[in-house]
């Protein structure tokens, strides 16, 4: 079993996110940036911040797009683009 962190991306300042990241590479060898909707370009920055000015041996090992399907107040169901970077240790 591959161990693995997970962030989710919200309203937060991108250094929080930041922050969380390097933070969780102390406890795994991979870390997962999940966001959804508006918050995707806030994961992205995080992810990019992180390799390039803190640290710059990490990998993007992979990024997954994709649709989910959320129900609104009206009832109605609403499609909110959603989006996963997992982050590693260069070996």
């Known amino acids: 079993?591959?161990?693995?962190?997970?962030?989710?991306?919200?309203?937060?300042?991108?250094m929080n996110?930041?922050?969380?990241?390097m933070t969780q590479f102390n406890k795994f060898s991979s870390v997962t940036l999940k966001a959804r909707g508006r918050s995707i370009?806030?994961?992205?920055?995080?992810?990019?911040?992180?390799r390039n000015r803190f640290m710059p041996n990490l990998l993007?090992?992979?990024?997954?797009?994709?649709?989910e399907?959320?129900?609104?107040?009206?009832?109605?169901?609403?499609?909110v683009s959603s989006m996963e970077i997992v982050l590693a240790k260069q070996e």
């Open 60 to 67: 993007v090992k992979g990024i997954t797009i994709g649709t």
């Open 17 to 21: 996110y930041v922050l969380a990241v």
């Open 1 to 14: 079993m591959e161990d693995n962190g997970v962030i989710f991306v919200g309203d937060k300042p991108v």
């Open 41 to 50: 370009s806030r994961a992205v920055d995080a992810a990019e911040i992180t």
């Open 69 to 79: 399907v959320i129900p609104s107040e009206e009832g109605k169901s609403v499609n």
